[in-house]
């Protein structure tokens, strides 16, 4: 008897658990469980329309993470996490809050791409030897420079991407993009001392020595 209670008790919760769910958001999961991400995205979008602002922050998060961040979409997943964050920043999935796991995806993410960045970066330094860059190391650079700017998009507020970022800007002979990259930099890690560091070498070489101070 206390068997047949239990399973009635859990079934009931169960379908109390699915019916808390938009058919819209259990479809996007099964498609996702079967590796459909073009037809989980639109599932995804449609369970996100029929939510308010405030409700189900899992839904933009899962999308983010399970969707966009597969397919390199960092933008997409960038917005989605924004998206998850302004709807329940507090929500838990499993024993973590929905900021705390937006925090970690953009440090995963963060890394992933800084890593390849770095990899191309210091192989063609090496090579180089100090020597101008050949056209294929040209490319490299541009290469490692992509993966660090998608690097600040997922995580702005780490501030170590930002010297490698203006490093390939030099390498290339982008001043104009070195400006920018520079200013960028201070204003989203002001007391960082190797962008300080840059800022002031930049200053110098314009010949603006109290600014370089």
Do not use: H
């Not at 808390?20 to 369970?47: G, H, I, P, R, T």
């Not at 397919?71 to 929905?98: C, H, V, W």
């Not at 982008?174 to 920018?180: C, P």
């Amino acid at each position: 008897m206390r068997r047949i209670l239990f399973g009635l008790i859990a079934s009931t919760v169960l379908m109390f658990a699915l019916a808390c769910e938009s058919q819209e958001f259990v479809s996007a999961k099964m498609y996702l469980q079967q590796d459909n991400l073009e037809l989980a995205e639109e599932w995804f979008l449609k369970a996100m329309a029929l939510e308010t602002e405030a409700s189900n922050a899992e839904i933009p998060f899962v999308l983010a993470t399970q969707v966009y961040a597969v397919q390199r979409r960092y933008e997409d997943m960038s917005a989605m996490l924004e998206e998850a964050l302004a709807r329940n920043p507090d929500q838990k999935i499993g024993t973590f809050t929905i900021r705390e796991l937006v925090l970690n995806t953009r440090q995963m993410q963060w890394q992933t791409n800084y890593k390849r960045g770095a990899a191309i970066y210091n192989r063609v330094l090496e090579e180089a030897q100090g020597q101008p860059l050949t056209d294929e190391q040209r490319t490299d650079v541009e290469e490692a420079k992509k993966f660090f700017e998608l690097a600040v998009m997922i995580w702005p507020d780490e501030g170590v991407t930002y010297p490698n970022l203006v490093y390939c800007f030099r390498q290339l002979g982008d001043k104009e993009g070195e400006v920018k990259a520079l200013k960028a930099a201070l204003e989203m890690d002001p007391e960082n001392g190797t962008i300080q560091m840059l800022a002031g070498e930049e200053e110098a070489n314009a010949g603006n020595l109290d600014g370089a101070i």
